[in-house]
């Protein structure tokens, strides 16, 4: 199994968070936060921030590390070869500190969403399960297999001291 490091970063402000609507890519048509890859040489949290200037236009002066979870699919006809050798392990940061104005990109269209309406059913089907203690500022890890349908198969959560 390869692991690809990458990066998530969910700026959260009061009781709203911003998210992106993916606009093209893996993950196209879902509200996420902002992240991707780690390019060489650079640290994770360096990269969380690249990311969020890059696809929402903020610039974010702090981050806080809530957590990491490994993301897999489980084997299937319709998966391709890289996904069934592939674990994703996200890093995902809390922005609460950042300067400037929120602008699409050519990936990502940012919307502030309340706390109570957040768009579950337009997200990663895992994002219901992290995301409540995201927001209650419990730090955690975990692991999650994906079925065919990027529905969740079956995952691990744990919330750390």
């Known amino acids: ?20 609507m993916k606009k093209r890519g893996f993950g196209e048509g879902k509200w996420n936060g902002f992240g991707g890859k ?37 084997a299937s006809a319709k998966a391709s070869a890289s996904q069934e050798k592939q674990i994703l392990q996200v890093h995902i940061f809390k922005c609460k500190d950042f300067s400037g104005e929120q602008q699409e990109s050519e990936e990502m269209k940012p919307q502030w969403f309340a706390i109570d ?24 890890t975990g692991n999650f297999v994906f079925d065919e349908e990027n529905k969740v198969a079956k995952y691990e959560l744990k919330e750390l001291d």
């Open 38 to 74: 780690v390019t060489d040489g650079e640290s994770i949290e360096d990269a969380a921030k690249r990311e969020v200037l890059e696809e929402s236009g903020l610039t974010v002066a702090t981050l806080e590390k809530m957590g990491v979870i490994d993301f897999s699919w489980a």
């Open 117 to 140: 309406k957040i768009p579950y059913e337009t997200m990663w089907s895992s994002d219901g399960y992290w995301l409540p203690l995201f927001l209650q500022n419990k730090k955690f």
């Open 1 to 20: 199994m390869v692991k690809k490091v990458l990066t998530l970063c969910i700026v959260h402000q009061d009781n709203k968070v911003l998210l992106g």
